[in-house]
């Protein structure tokens, strides 16, 4: 691009110091917002280097920036991180859900296990994180089912299902030792660290003795147990080094404009997965790299080691993380393991450009979708509906797509004054009001386009509930045709912009009505089922929060609750409370 005077006065007076750059559109929008270790240098380089890709489009569109400098890059990264989170910028690689990989966590009294985000509680036991975090829910699923450990947080009064099926010691009415809690403890320790062979073997002489016993759907339950063993620690037999060392392995590779940054994670020399970023490019590619394991781990636990093919990143680490090692191996079997994150970061660019086609598509749907209504593109949507049966349970609902994206971090829920139950107008009213007058008071950004379902009514309710909090933003509806199938698009004077039903615009924004659809009626079935169960759960003394909420967990349906026999409820409830229940059922 060519630089105008502006920018080349903007670039003249930048700072060679730490901070944060914010570059903007001729509306003054903030389009992208990233940290600098000099600013001068990296600001620069947007505009002096040729560029590809989504850099080269948000460069495109940068008018003006301002920048704010900071004391050091720590500083700078976590003002970066509250920037985007504020602002949402379409530029931005955003980590919408912005969470710490999850861990299992043994508590050492009395080996109860849990999922954790972070590893900060001494009285458990860490281990991993967990790249994939099925991986951690199966496994920590696998575990419950293999040990008796303690399912409940807090101890009821009676031994519940797990106890009879073997799978507890119920402490609620045993006392149990601590050497018992120490074996239990050890052993589910041992098992995580991969010795697996002792509960194979265990399994396999229960599935033969039961076998031999004609006691085929026990034989049956053991083999499902000896192959999920096998499948969840499968991938533990990629061992690192016989010295269990915990390690991150970390490996580059650039194309075409883009940088993949693969993230191979191992504990007790056992690999436990892969993540992988993808970025536009910037600037040198072992710089960016070097940026992006910086926020890798300002939200994940430093290893002991942390090896990596990054070229000058073991001296910078190693003052900024004295507590890790870092190394850059030459040879032997570390570089082995630098090679197959190399692999993978590879593979995750081929994955990258066979779905780039996609984003392109939908920023060029968007770009259409502003000039048919003629607005400024519409990067960021955000789509209302709200679901009430009869005028019973009425709530709201918003979803959020960001260049054609659910951003599902922003979705939003919202519970409806009962008095309008039934009132589509006043809901969404209520709802967009709510909705943007909190964006307002917090000074956060606001949609490009607020598009409704219903048609013109909806457009002018939600521009009322705008204009009561004087909030500008473009509205305009999905309307349908008489055979309640959505035709086009209605602005506030009722002008129609038909669509072609064919057309790749048209099933862009099917998804997004349908989702905010699926979003607004499981919102609503899920506080129904709640209401329908507390006025059976109400009346029946005996029952409070915590035993409704295990009910509806053990029962999700009213039909599964009214099947429940009498034995069933007395397992997990006092025998007069499960009476009462039980008779108050079969009375309805």
Same mark, same amino acid.
């Given at each position: 691009?060519? !630089?105008?005077?502006?920018?080349?006065?903007?670039?003249?007076?930048?700072?060679?110091?730490?901070?944060?750059?914010?570059?903007?559109?001729?509306?003054?929008?903030?389009?992208?917002?990233?940290?600098?270790?000099?600013?001068?240098?990296?600001?620069?380089?947007?505009?002096?280097?040729?560029?590809?890709?989504?850099?080269?489009?948000?460069?495109?569109?940068?008018?003006?920036?301002?920048?704010?400098?900071?004391?050091?890059?720590?500083?700078?990264?976590?003002?970066?991180?509250?920037?985007? $989170?504020?602002?949402?910028?379409?530029?931005?690689?955003?980590?919408?859900?912005?969470?710490? =990989?999850?861990?299992?966590?043994?508590?050492?009294?009395?080996?109860?296990?849990?999922?954790? &985000?972070?590893?900060?509680?001494?009285?458990?036991?860490?281990?991993?994180?967990?790249?994939?975090?099925?991986?951690?829910?199966?496994?920590?699923?696998?575990?419950?089912?293999?040990?008796?450990?303690?399912?409940?947080?807090?101890?009821?009064?009676?031994?519940?299902?797990?106890?009879?099926?073997?799978?507890?010691?119920?402490?609620?009415?045993?006392?149990?030792?601590?050497?018992?809690?120490?074996?239990?403890?050890?052993?589910?320790?041992?098992?995580?660290?991969?010795?697996?062979?002792?509960?194979?073997?265990?399994?396999?002489?229960?599935?033969?003795?039961?076998?031999?016993?004609?006691?085929?759907?026990?034989?049956?339950?053991?083999?499902?147990?000896?192959?999920?063993?096998?499948?969840?620690?499968?991938?533990?037999?990629?061992?690192?080094?016989?010295?269990?060392?915990?390690?991150?392995?970390?490996?580059?590779?650039?194309?075409?404009?883009?940088?993949?940054?693969?993230?191979?994670?191992?504990?007790?020399?056992?690999? %436990?997965?892969?993540?992988?970023?993808?970025?536009?490019?910037?600037?040198?590619?072992?710089?960016?790299?070097?940026?992006?394991?910086?926020? =890798? =781990?300002?939200?994940?636990?430093?290893?002991?080691?942390?090896?990596?093919?990054?070229?000058?990143?073991?001296?910078?680490?190693?003052?900024?993380?004295?507590?890790?090692?870092?190394?850059?191996?030459?040879?032997?079997?570390?570089?082995?393991?630098?090679?197959?994150?190399?692999?993978?970061?590879?593979?995750?660019?081929?994955?990258?450009?066979?779905?780039?086609?996609?984003?392109?598509?939908?920023?060029?749907?968007?770009?259409?979708?502003?000039?048919? !209504?003629?607005?400024?593109?519409?990067?960021?949507?955000?789509?209302?509906?709200?679901?009430?049966?009869?005028?019973?349970?009425?709530?709201?609902?918003?979803?959020?797509?960001?260049?054609?994206?659910?951003?599902?971090?922003?979705?939003?829920?919202?519970?409806?004054?009962?008095?309008?139950?039934?009132?589509?107008?006043?809901?969404?009213?209520?709802?967009?009001?709510?909705?943007?007058? &909190?964006?307002?008071?917090?000074?956060?950004?606001?949609?490009? %386009?607020?598009?409704?379902?219903?048609?013109?009514?909806?457009?002018?309710?939600?521009?009322?509930?705008?204009?009561?909090?004087?909030?500008?933003?473009?509205?305009?509806?999905?309307?349908?045709?008489?055979?309640?199938?959505?035709?086009?698009?209605?602005?506030?004077?009722?002008?129609?912009?038909?669509?072609?039903?064919?057309?790749?615009?048209?099933? %862009?924004?099917?998804?997004?009505?349908?989702?905010?659809?699926?979003?607004?009626?499981?919102?609503?079935?899920?506080?129904?089922?709640?209401?329908?169960?507390?006025?059976?759960?109400?009346?029946?003394?005996?029952?409070?929060?915590?035993?409704?909420?295990?009910?509806?967990?053990?029962?999700?349906?009213?039909?599964?609750?009214?099947?429940?026999?009498?034995?069933?409820?007395? $397992?997990? !409830?006092?025998?007069?409370?499960?009476?009462?229940?039980?008779?108050?059922?079969?009375?309805?």
């Amino acid at each position: 691009m060519e !630089l105008t005077e502006k920018l080349k006065r903007q670039i003249s007076l930048l700072p060679d110091k730490p901070g944060v750059y914010l570059m903007k559109d001729k509306n003054d929008k903030i389009i992208y917002v990233g940290k600098a270790k000099s600013l001068t240098r990296r600001v620069s380089q947007y505009f002096l280097r040729p560029q590809v890709g989504k850099v080269l489009a948000m460069v495109n569109h940068v008018d003006h920036f301002d920048f704010i400098v900071v004391h050091t890059d720590k500083e700078a990264f976590i003002l970066e991180m509250n920037l985007i $989170q504020t602002h949402y910028p379409r530029y931005n690689i955003m980590m919408m859900d912005d969470s710490h =990989y999850p861990y299992i966590a043994i508590r050492r009294s009395d080996a109860f296990l849990k999922i954790a &985000r972070r590893a900060d509680d001494r009285k458990y036991f860490y281990f991993g994180p967990f790249p994939n975090a099925k991986d951690a829910f199966k496994t920590i699923d696998l575990l419950n089912q293999i040990y008796p450990t303690r399912k409940c947080k807090k101890l009821g009064k009676k031994p519940c299902l797990y106890y009879h099926m073997g799978q507890c010691l119920a402490p609620c009415v045993n006392e149990i030792s601590d050497e018992v809690y120490q074996d239990l403890y050890n052993k589910i320790k041992s098992f995580l660290d991969g010795n697996t062979a002792p509960v194979i073997k265990e399994y396999t002489d229960k599935m033969n003795r039961a076998s031999e016993e004609l006691r085929f759907e026990d034989a049956q339950n053991y083999k499902e147990i000896i192959d999920a063993v096998r499948r969840v620690t499968a991938k533990q037999s990629v061992e690192l080094s016989t010295d269990r060392t915990n390690r991150d392995v970390f490996a580059y590779a650039e194309r075409d404009g883009y940088l993949a940054l693969s993230i191979l994670t191992y504990r007790n020399g056992i690999l %436990l997965g892969k993540s992988l970023k993808v970025a536009a490019c910037f600037g040198e590619g072992n710089e960016q790299a070097t940026e992006l394991i910086e926020e =890798y =781990y300002q939200n994940n636990d430093l290893p002991k080691e942390i090896i990596c093919n990054i070229e000058g990143m073991a001296e910078e680490f190693s003052s900024i993380y004295p507590e890790a090692r870092v190394v850059s191996p030459k040879e032997g079997r570390l570089l082995e393991q630098i090679d197959l994150a190399a692999l993978n970061a590879r593979q995750g660019l081929d994955n990258h450009f066979m779905s780039a086609r996609l984003n392109d598509d939908n920023n060029a749907l968007l770009e259409s979708l502003g000039e048919m !209504l003629h607005i400024e593109t519409p990067y960021r949507i955000e789509l209302f509906d709200n679901s009430h049966l009869q005028g019973s349970n009425p709530v709201g609902a918003m979803v959020c797509y960001i260049n054609g994206e659910p951003v599902k971090g922003m979705y939003r829920k919202f519970h409806l004054d009962e008095q309008d139950a039934g009132d589509d107008y006043h809901s969404m009213v209520e709802v967009v009001t709510r909705r943007y007058r &909190r964006l307002k008071e917090e000074n956060l950004s606001y949609p490009d %386009l607020i598009l409704t379902d219903g048609g013109l009514s909806q457009v002018h309710a939600t521009l009322e509930a705008l204009k009561s909090i004087e909030v500008e933003i473009p509205v305009y509806g999905l309307y349908k045709n008489d055979k309640h199938q959505t035709e086009g698009i209605v602005d506030k004077e009722g002008n129609a912009y038909p669509l072609n039903s064919k057309s790749p615009l048209f099933f %862009l924004l099917m998804r997004m009505q349908d989702e905010v659809h699926r979003f607004a009626i499981s919102f609503h079935k899920a506080e129904r089922l709640k209401s329908m169960h507390s006025s059976i759960f109400d009346d029946v003394k005996g029952i409070g929060e915590k035993r409704k909420e295990l009910l509806r967990k053990n029962y999700p349906t009213i039909d599964s609750l009214k099947n429940a026999s009498l034995a069933e409820l007395k $397992q997990i !409830l006092p025998d007069e409370v499960a009476t009462a229940l039980y008779t108050k059922i079969n009375a309805l």
